[in-house]
Nanobody, 115 residues
Framework: QVQLVESGGGLVQAGGSLRLSCAAS????????MGWYRQAPGKQRELVAR???????NYADSVKGRFTISRDNAKNTVSLQMNSAKPEDTAVYYC?????????WGQGTQVTVSS
């Protein structure tokens, strides 16, 4: 059984920074793609950023240049550094990991950016 636990959410003022982390535990041989998604009230869940096992990254256009995703394979963790936060970044953020043969999601962490 695999569990993902997120941390680091909270309240930040516009222009500020926040760092989210997600750690996987359990029976893990190899983690393929890791990613962060978010869901704002009344909206669909959307991809924020993801990173492959070889370190390739891609980002949603709305966060390019402001957010950075990174991973630590030794610790089975993925992080999201959020800089220059905007009120429209307010959402519940979920980490997602592809651990063959399944995909796992974290429980979500609230990020609120005040204007």
């Amino acid at each position: 059984q695999v569990q993902l636990v997120e941390s680091g959410g909270g309240l930040v003022q516009a222009g500020g920074s926040l760092r989210l982390s997600c750690a996987a535990s359990g029976s893990i041989l190899r983690i393929n793609t890791m990613g962060w998604y978010r869901q704002a009230p009344g909206k669909q869940r959307e991809l924020v950023a993801r990173i492959t096992s070889d370190g390739s990254t891609n980002y949603a256009d709305s966060v390019k240049g402001r957010f950075t995703i990174s991973r630590d394979n030794a610790k089975n963790t993925v992080s999201l550094q959020m800089n220059s936060a905007k009120p429209e970044d307010t959402a519940v953020y979920y980490c997602r990991m592809s651990i063959s043969p399944s995909v796992y999601w974290g429980q979500g962490t609230q990020v609120t950016v005040s204007s």
